[in-house]
Each structure stands twice: as structure tokens, then as C-alpha cells.
């Protein structure tokens, strides 16, 4: 592998990361509704667990209401039960063929406890991007002991690799950021 397959291999592999972290961070109740929060409920569709998305249409009613609208009139009950029984503490209401998911209001405490899930979750990826820029460096020692690369330019790539490290922990600090200030916020 040529260093500057290396490089690119890095950098697309920390977009990854960022993009699980995003999506990661979507599971994370706020007080307001997002439809996403529903994605990680399965309900038991004719025997095989679907997501909630793939057997009902899910969109919000207002800033803290999500409703389900299942394409079929028996999978009401079903649909409400996972919800209910998912670990995301909503408790939804059934009104004729629409379901109404409230979002209840945060505790102060609450509000605490899941800005340091967030920023735990803000470390891991963290971790993950100093893992593959780790993996990225033992690459290119390794392309220079195979005498692939010169030892100049194992030294560029470790900086450059090193500035798509440091540019990658700043996204997720920013993100980790915004997230903490989205459930600090009233």
C-alpha cells in the first residue's frame, strides 16, 4: 500500500467515524421530538423485527410529539407495545389508527446524566480516530522498513496524518458541543 493510499484510507475511514458518532448521537433523547429516536425500536412484523420506520410512517406532530401512522390497522397495538417496552422511557398513546409519542420533560438531573453519556460517547470516537491514525502511522513504519517510502516521507505523512487527526477531534468536539447545548436547553 503506497503512502498515499494510506492517507486517503485514513481520512475516509475517520469520516466513518464521525458519521457513526452523528448518527450515535441521534439515539440521545433531547427534549425535543426527532423521528430518528424511533430507529432503534423493532416490532415483530408477521414474525421477522422490523424497525418501526419500515412498517409505519413516523413524523412529528409538534416540537415534542412524534406520531406513528402504522400502514396497517393490526400493527397498532404492536407498534405501542415495542415503543413501550423499548429503554427509551416514552410512553405512547393510541387515537384511532395514529399513535402520539409525547416526549416527556427532562429533569435537571436527567439533563446532567445525558450530557455526560454525550460527551462518553464524544470520547469514544475520539479513541477511534487516534486508533486509526495509530494504525495509519504503523502502515507507513511498515511501507519504510519494506523500503516502499522514503523516511522524509514517512515523516510528512505522519503530519499530515496528524493534522486529519486534529481536524477530525475538533468536528467531534464541536458536535459534542452542540449536543450538550441542544439538552441543556430548556
Known amino acids: 500500500m503506497t503512502i498515499a493510499e494510506i492517507k486517503n484510507t485514513v481520512e475516509g475511514k475517520m469520516d466513518q ?18 423521528p430518528a429516536l424511533l430507529d432503534t425500536v423493532h416490532v ?5 423485527m422490523l424497525p418501526i420506520s419500515q412498517v409505519a410512517n413516523v413524523s412529528l406532530l409538534d416540537a415534542r410529539t412524534i406520531s406513528v401512522q402504522p400502514w396497517e390497522k393490526g400493527m397498532g397495538a404492536k407498534i405501542e407495545k415495542a415503543i413501550r417496552d423499548s429503554d427509551l422511557g416514552l410512553n405512547p398513546s393510541s387515537m384511532g389508527d395514529l399513535i402520539r409519542v ?6 435537571e ?10 460527551r462518553g460517547e464524544g470520547e469514544g470516537a475520539k479513541i477511534a480516530i487516534r486508533n486509526l491514525r495509530r494504525d495509519a502511522n ?17 515523516k510528512r ?6 493534522k486529519v487527526t486534529d481536524r477530525h477531534v475538533i468536528v467531534i468536539d464541536q458536535l459534542v458541543a452542540a449536543k450538550e447545548q441542544d439538552i441543556m436547553a430548556v
Open 17 to 34: 467515524s464521525i458519521e457513526a458518532f452523528k448518527h450515535n448521537l441521534t439515539k440521545i433523547r433531547t427534549g425535543r421530538a426527532n
Open 44 to 48: 415483530d412484523y408477521y414474525g421477522a
Open 157 to 162: 505523512c505522519e503530519t499530515d496524518i496528524q
Open 102 to 107: 409525547p416526549m416527556p420533560a427532562m429533569s
Open 109 to 118: 438531573e436527567r439533563r446532567k446524566e445525558l450530557s455526560k453519556v454525550v
Open 138 to 154: 504503523e502502515a507507513i513504519r511498515k511501507a519504510v522498513k519494506d523500503k516502499l517510502a522514503s523516511e522524509d516521507e514517512q
